[in-house]
């Protein structure tokens, strides 16, 4: 099983990115899926998750200007990123997990400039 991240770039502050996360299998099989983000010099950070039953959580700082989603039929989640700030300059990762299974997708690289 893989899951494929995709979406990165360089956009100015206030911009947006879509970020994609593909994966290789239904994605109904998880119970969850997540985005972390690990900025230069630090540690991954959880971002959002997504339960099984679409109820969504998300760290306070990206509260009202991340969206994230998960289309069964394509097997995809995304995060919808607008007013970007410096501040969200990171790898972002997706993240899927079931009772026998935690995966990691490869980073994406999202650069906000100022």
């Known amino acids: 099983v893989q899951l494929q991240a995709s979406g990165g770039g360089v956009v100015q502050a206030g911009g947006s990115l879509r970020l994609t996360c593909a994966s290789s299998r239904n994605i109904g099989s998880f119970t969850f899926m997540a985005w972390y983000r690990q900025a230069p010099g630090n540690g991954r950070e959880w971002v959002a998750t997504i339960d099984n039953d679409g109820t969504t959580k998300y760290k306070d700082s990206v509260k009202g200007r991340f969206t994230i989603s998960r289309d069964n039929a394509e097997n995809t989640m995304y995060l919808q990123m607008n007013g970007l700030k410096p501040d969200d300059t990171a790898n972002y990762y997706c993240?899927?997990?079931?009772?026998?299974?935690?995966?990691w997708g490869q980073g994406t690289l999202v650069t906000v400039s100022s």
């Open positions: 993240n899927a997990a079931s009772p026998f299974s935690y995966l």
